[in-house]
């Protein structure tokens, strides 16, 4: 069975990235960490954007936090997708079609 990677096209713009991520990482969520993994460090500016026209797409923003190298506590924040699967592939494959209208 294909993972949903594979069967996606590839993103075209920075907002069909933002809904892929939040895709790909599913229930474990996306943290500012998985988008600098692919260059992308406007994550959080671009899903602000995509959930400001696109009112059912629901990001749950939980504060995570943990130590960094040097001991001292660090907080980040995890987003993780409240919609279902289906409406994410279809705003996914719309975003990548007409970009953010």
Known sequence: ???I??????????YSLCVRLL?????QGVTM???MKDHFHKFQSRLGEVEKLHPKLQVRRLNM???????????FK???SVAP???LIHLYNLL??????
């Open 1 to 3: 069975m294909q993972s």
């Open 5 to 14: 990677s594979e069967r996606l096209e590839k993103p075209k713009n920075q």
């Open 23 to 27: 895709l790909e990482y599913g229930n």
């Open 33 to 35: 960490l998985d988008a």
């Open 65 to 75: 936090t943990t130590k960094n190298r040097f001991g001292h506590s660090c907080t």
């Open 78 to 80: 995890n987003y993780k």
């Open 85 to 87: 699967k289906p409406y």
């Open 96 to 101: 990548n079609r007409e970009g953010l209208k």
